[in-house]
């Protein structure tokens, strides 16, 4: 808002000028109301300094504003002119979301141009994914053999499950399906290509099971053997065993000769091709769920193997090809039919839907005489841009600012974003995107200043961040407390900020969220018999503890009960949304 205030009076733009894109419709409405009392506060202070006053209710930071600008009368009354055409403005002011600003620009390149570019906006894509979904299960999925739908059912593929997945490629305009080695054609019919998918991967399966079926037994049984001298419990080993009680390998055996008894009429049994049906695949429990090499990998991890390595490889991929491949052909096939048919539908009922409104100007998917003449409008018509929340800023969004704004010295294009709050990954938004924008920035300034925090706390903070975020690649600089708030004192003084050394052996190693979740009941019931003890003024009512589930808060409940220390479960409710 202090920009936006800056800009207006210091470099002498309209507030037309100026475009102000934030995330969602309610930061939009936020920060329009924010630089509107910036700007009233801002005239306000001019008007006392006039009269002799001194602005009471003005922030340090405009303070010094009115200090550098108000002392001269004309430039006073100058400025107060352009502040006061601004706030009659404000309301023409482009303040909004990523796909509002597409929105307009799309609307007013078709008053210019006479084309039919300003289309209704689809707010929600519900409705027509669910319909999409439902005539491709109706016409393509229910043309297969009974057996093999049931196959695809039993792989989570359903109109339900279809629908939003739609929903969310379609919500996403960075995603684009990756169409494998062997890429379905969407312009086919479904019952064609499904045939030839599953038939492939049962003939590659069953090949690499006749010569490495005994082989790959044998190396599971000496995995499982290994993983219990290390001291991993049966249980984690689990589906594995040094000496299983049956012979799991001829079992599959068994079921691969009686499986591909059946040949398809008019080919001679030499040939030995046989129509097996999805349906009995996903029924065979033994392919999914012990030779699989998800099941393996997801226990050498629970055993403390970091990066897992598959005994019999070719062996354990085809059969995960088997077991997997034909259904996750038919998503494939599934959404890219299914986003034709989206946009199809669409350009039918004239309506446009928030991805589409950026690939309507995504400058890769447009020709540069098309480039040129919105690129043209938008520099026209804004000389700055200022983004906020840029770490969840995905790589068409990108593009698209850095095409209209930032190739050139007569405009100023300014983000901000803090890495460590991007949270939109699922929608596009990528941290390789913020990264890529930095590199390419012209100057760099760090918010360092935390009004929020107090001093102890900052300080706690800044010791456990200092290391940064190591999976991330993130560095995470120290930042000053500014916060007037006192810090809560305890007998002694603020408790300092605990890190917990979790154990890194023997049967409580930290192999998955699940063991660390068993394990946290006893460390802070440790930390509060500890507590306790050292502090004689303290009673159990003096300590607070808060957990993001209830099962979490039953468990600690269970363990402080087990040490003698009586709590009580305050609300089954969420912190935040009670009356504290």
């Known amino acids: 808002a202090h920009l936006v205030l800056r800009l207006i009076t210091e470099r002498n733009l309209r507030i037309e000028q100026l475009l102000v894109v934030t995330f969602t419709d309610a930061a939009a409405a936020e920060l329009q109301d924010r630089i509107g009392r910036r700007l009233d506060l801002a005239l306000q202070g001019l008007t006392q300094i006039e009269n002799d006053q001194v602005p009471s209710d003005a922030d340090p930071v405009l303070r010094a504003w009115l200090e550098r600008h108000g002392a001269d009368g004309n430039r006073r009354r100058e400025?107060?002119?352009?502040?006061?055409?601004?706030?009659?403005?404000?309301?023409?002011?482009?303040?909004?979301?990523i796909h509002g600003f597409c929105h307009r620009t799309l609307r007013r390149l078709s008053l210019q141009s006479g084309a039919v570019m300003d289309p209704d906006l689809e707010t929600d894509n519900a409705d027509l994914c669910h319909e999409v979904a439902h005539d491709y299960w109706q016409q393509q999925v229910l043309s297969l053999d009974p057996e093999d739908v049931k196959g695809l059912q039993m792989a989570q593929l359903s109109p339900e499950t279809l629908s939003e997945a739609l929903r969310r490629l379609d919500g996403d305009s960075g995603v684009r399906i990756d169409p494998g080695n062997d890429p379905p054609d969407p312009n086919a019919p479904l019952k064609e290509q499904f045939e030839s998918w599953i038939e492939q991967r049962w003939l590659s399966a069953k090949k690499q099971w006749q010569e490495n079926g005994d082989e790959l037994e044998t190396a599971l049984c000496a995995a499982a053997a290994d993983w219990r001298?290390?001291?991993?419990?049966?249980?984690?080993?689990?589906?594995?065993?040094?000496?299983?009680?049956?012979?799991?390998?001829?079992?599959?055996?068994d079921w691969m000769r009686q499986a591909g008894l059946a040949t398809p009429a008019g080919r001679s049994n030499d040939t030995q091709i046989a129509r097996i049906r999805y349906g009995y695949v996903r029924k065979q429990p033994l392919l999914g769920g012990y030779f699989h090499p998800?099941?393996?990998?997801?226990?050498a991890r629970a055993c403390g193997e970091a990066q897992?390595?598959?005994?019999?490889?070719?062996?354990?991929?085809?059969?995960?090809?088997?077991?997997?491949?034909?259904?996750?052909?038919?998503w494939r096939h599934a959404l890219i039919s299914g986003a034709a048919a989206l946009k199809e539908r669409r350009n039918r009922r004239g309506v446009i839907g928030f991805s589409g409104l950026l690939d309507a100007l995504d400058p890769a998917s447009q020709s540069e005489e098309q480039q040129q003449r919105w690129i043209s409008e938008l520099r026209r018509r804004y000389r700055v841009a200022l983004i906020d929340e840029f770490q969840d800023t995905d790589p068409l969004q990108w593009r698209l600012l850095r095409t209209a704004f930032a190739t050139g010295t007569s405009h100023l294009l300014l983000m901000v974003g803090d890495p460590k709050q991007a949270i939109y990954r699922f929608r596009g938004g990528d941290l390789n995107t913020y990264r890529e924008a930095r590199q390419q920035a012209d100057r760099i300034d760090a918010l360092l200043d935390n009004y929020r925090t107090t001093p102890p706390l900052m300080l706690g903070l800044n010791q456990l961040m200092a290391t940064g975020l190591e999976l991330s690649r993130l560095e995470v600089p120290a930042l000053d407390a500014k916060s007037s708030a006192q810090p809560l004192a305890g007998p002694d003084g603020p408790?300092?900020?605990?890190?917990l050394n979790l154990p890194e052996s023997g049967e409580t190693s930290i192999a998955s969220k699940t063991v660390l979740e068993d394990?946290?009941?006893?460390?802070?019931?440790?930390?509060?018999?500890?507590?306790?003890?050292?502090?004689?003024?303290?009673?159990?009512?003096?300590?607070?503890?808060?957990?993001?589930?209830?099962?979490q808060a039953e468990a600690i409940r269970a363990q402080l009960a087990a040490i003698g220390l009586?709590?009580?479960?305050?609300?089954?409710g969420d912190v935040f949304n009670s009356a504290a």
């Open 79 to 97: 400025i107060a002119s352009c502040l006061l055409t601004a706030l009659d403005s404000l309301e023409k002011a482009d303040i909004t979301t």
């Open 229 to 253: 001298s290390r001291g991993c419990s049966s249980n984690r080993t689990t589906p594995y065993s040094p000496k299983p009680r049956t012979q799991r390998a001829s079992a599959l055996s």
């Open 294 to 299: 998800g099941t393996f990998s997801r226990v």
């Open 308 to 330: 897992p390595r598959l005994p019999c490889p070719q062996t354990m991929e085809a059969i995960a090809a088997l077991w997997d491949g034909p259904s996750e052909q038919v």
């Open 495 to 499: 408790e300092p900020l605990q890190v």
């Open 519 to 551: 394990l946290l009941p006893r460390l802070v019931a440790g930390v509060s018999s500890e507590l306790m003890h050292r502090h004689a003024e303290l009673s159990p009512a003096d300590l607070c503890v808060l957990v993001s589930r209830h099962r």
């Open 566 to 572: 009586p709590s009580r479960l305050v609300s089954r």
